[in-house]
């Protein structure tokens, strides 16, 4: 009985998976792509400058949130960027500070991204990041995907970061959907059980295989790459 009754629900109109926001750094782009400039400037210290600038840059965006003292995420990037050449006492020029943070702005999309996002093409297709208005307009732009999506979305407009709900909160309002209606697609794990915490159907790419973070949830669903994403939303379970 109870298979019944999920596979009803799952099946039912109110539960199906209208559109797709995806996640943009780590997940349509690969922020590792800045790897082989931090190399070329920073010899022998590139994976050391690009990994702490990662996970620096993430970890500002929490603090503020929690601080109650949102930058954009251009700021908090290029504070990072600052820290980490600090920690590994590597001396940052003004050039070398522009010629890394333009980067981002050229960051190279996963192999798989534009056909997978074309198979995917029937459903809206948003964006949704931390990443300031400017920073996600230039990266689509140069990566050539801006016809891909409908909307692309900051969390600038509400001035707090992912996984705040409140972030969250903002894809609803601009889609004007049901958050079960609303499959959110991001490769990193804490976004991705931010989005599953906050009420989206959530798919959880997971390309380095990397472990999932306790939390206690679980997302809907993982997948290797994009390329796993069509023939799965075509399966009963989430009925497009
Ligand atoms: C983003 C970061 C979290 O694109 O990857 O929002």
């Known amino acids: 009985l109870s298979e019944t009754v999920s596979r009803e629900q799952g099946s039912s109109p109110k539960h199906q998976i209208k559109a797709l926001a995806f996640d943009a750094y780590g997940t349509l782009f690969d922020v590792a792509s800045v790897l082989s400039l931090c190399e070329e400037l920073f010899p022998g210290k590139g994976s050391a400058v690009s990994q702490m600038w990662r996970a620096k840059q993430l970890e500002y965006s929490w603090l503020r949130s929690l601080m109650g003292r949102y930058e954009n995420f251009s700021h908090v990037t290029e504070s990072a960027l600052v820290f980490s050449c600090n920690a590994l006492q590597l001396s940052l020029s003004g050039r070398v500070r522009a010629r890394l943070m333009d980067a981002y702005l050229h960051l190279t999309p996963f192999a798989e991204v534009p056909e997978a996002l074309k198979a995917l093409s029937s459903l809206k297709l948003a964006i949704f990041s931390n990443g300031s208005p400017q920073m996600l307009e ?46 959110f697609v991001s490769s990193n794990s804490w976004d991705a059980l931010g989005g599953k915490s906050f009420g989206f159907r959530t798919f959880w790419i997971n390309r380095a295989a990397a472990p999932l973070d306790e939390l206690g949830f679980q997302p809907d669903a993982k997948l290797k790459t994009l390329a796993e994403l069509p023939s799965l939303l075509k399966s009963q379970q989430f009925s497009v």
């Open 138 to 183: 230039a990266v689509v732009k140069n990566a050539g995907l801006t016809n891909a999506f409908t909307d692309i979305i900051s969390v600038d407009s509400v001035k707090i970061f992912k996984p705040s709900p409140l972030a969250y909160e903002l894809v609803v309002k601009t889609l004007g959907l049901e958050k079960s209606s609303v499959g």
